[in-house]
């Protein structure tokens, strides 16, 4: 079953006919408000005091919760670096995750400069190397 939905004009920048309104399945009336696509963090090391680096998969679905909320409909988990076992561990943890609105994890490092590190574990930054 096709689920359509209609919305009234706003600024005559989205429109709908008097048919494709009665057809759809669910008419909007923005009342003066703006309607906009949800919104993509490409950057975000958590929310409400949950790190991607140590939280669990329910604490994810409670991120995942409050970002909706903020109109946030997806994001990537940023995990500041790690050892190579270690992110192997989290991207194995994170793989069962069955949160659909984390789209994918951003990770910072391990290929950082020892002088700008700013939180990054100092042990576990290197020289940029093919063979890592």
């Known amino acids: 079953m096709k689920h359509s939905t209609a919305f009234k004009p706003l600024f005559s920048v989205v429109t709908c006919s008097q048919t494709e309104a009665k057809e759809a399945d669910q008419v909007v009336d923005a009342k003066g408000n703006y309607i906009v696509p949800g919104l993509m963090d490409i950057h975000t090391h958590g929310a409400m005091g949950y790190d991607f680096n140590v939280c669990s998969n329910e604490e994810i679905d409670k991120i995942a919760e409050y970002y909706r909320k903020e109109g946030v409909t997806s994001f990537l988990g940023t995990l500041v670096c ?51």
């Open 82 to 132: 790690e050892t190579h076992d270690d992110l192997k561990v989290l991207f194995k943890q994170l793989q069962q995750c069955n949160t659909k609105a984390m789209a994918g994890v951003y990770i910072e490092g391990p290929f950082l400069s020892l002088a700008k590190k700013a939180v990054m574990k100092e042990e576990c930054i290197c020289d940029v190397s093919l063979d890592k």
